[in-house]
């Protein structure tokens, strides 16, 4: 693949990631967790995880996340979501060394639990009590139920892309 | 990915799971102590002891932004902030049936239950 075609792809992608991210914020959710999401726009790292390389996902993550905090006019979430994707990403980089890509959904689920603790580890720094921690079960759980349908969703992507 | 390491894989995710499913539970029940403190910046700003506080409003401000809590009923909750999300707001109160901590990130406000301490009281 030439340069161009990956500059193109990698664009593309995060782009459709931003698209997503942006049509996610208009979903409300029925409890109020802080940092609680459903996370969609991780089906584009998941899919990157598998198909580009690992310069190429992490640049579109971190593309996709200082634009959605320009976006959603909350900078101050960014800090939060920026290392909880990070730590998603290198769990997911490191797993999907071992989990073929028949078994997606589960490094996307092992990638949401380390998102999740990656943004309470940055919330207990930021307020300085570790009762932030508390969060943690509850954010984990439904983490853990996103993180299952966004794999699902990327492995149908990688499966059905790699066929053609 | 062969079968032995696959199964690894599943149990680690359901110990995982279950393991904050059972704590998700546990932190929602009763709270352990009726003092809550109220922590900004990482400072306690106050402590309250919910069981004979009188309702009552006041605002907790860090740099320059401002929540507003409300004592009511001996429950503590933020009623109004000038955060964007406004998820401690929605959060809602905690005393009675709830033991959750009430955070605003952005403004870096934390209400939470101070942890029982050896200091004679009945909880």
């Not at chain 1, 726009?41 to 390389?53: C, D, E, F, P, Q």
């Not at chain 2, 059972?22 to 403190?37: C, E, Q, T």
Request: proline letters at 3%.
């Amino acid at each position: 693949m030439t340069n161009t075609k990956r500059i193109v792809r990698a664009g593309l992608l995060t782009c459709i990631a931003l698209i997503i991210f942006v049509v996610e914020m208009q979903i409300p959710l029925p409890v109020s967790v802080p940092g609680m999401k459903l996370g969609l726009a991780n089906i584009v790292t998941v899919y990157a995880v598998y198909v580009l390389s690992v310069k190429e996902t992490a640049l579109i993550l971190t593309a996709r996340l200082i634009l959605g905090a320009v976006f959603s006019g909350n900078i101050s979430a960014l800090l939060f979501s920026a290392s909880g994707g990070f730590m998603c990403l290198t769990a997911m980089l490191i797993l999907s060394r071992f989990i073929d890509k028949k078994h997606i959904w589960l490094c996307s689920m092992f990638g949401a639990v380390f998102h999740n603790l990656g943004q309470i580890i940055a919330a207990a720094a930021v307020t300085g009590t570790l009762s932030v921690f508390a969060y943690l079960p509850l954010l984990t759980v439904f983490g853990c139920i996103a993180g299952l349908f966004t794999g699902i969703c990327a492995q149908t992507a990688v499966n059905r892309t790699e066929k053609n | 990915m062969n079968r032995k390491s696959r199964i690894l894989a599943v149990a680690a995710m359901a110990v995982i799971f279950l393991t904050a499913v059972i704590l998700a539970v546990h932190f929602y029940v009763k709270p352990k102590s009726d003092r809550v403190n109220i922590i900004s910046g990482g400072q306690i700003v106050r402590t309250i002891d919910l069981s004979t506080a009188e309702d009552c409003q006041f605002d907790i401000i860090y740099e320059g932004r401002r929540n507003t809590v409300e004592i009511k009923n001996h429950t503590i909750c933020v009623i109004s902030a000038d955060c964007p999300d406004l998820i401690c707001v929605k959060t809602g109160a905690m005393g009675a049936d709830s033991s959750g901590p009430v955070v605003c990130l952005p403004n870096r406000l934390v209400i939470e239950f101070e942890e029982a301490s050896a200091d004679g009281k009945s909880g």
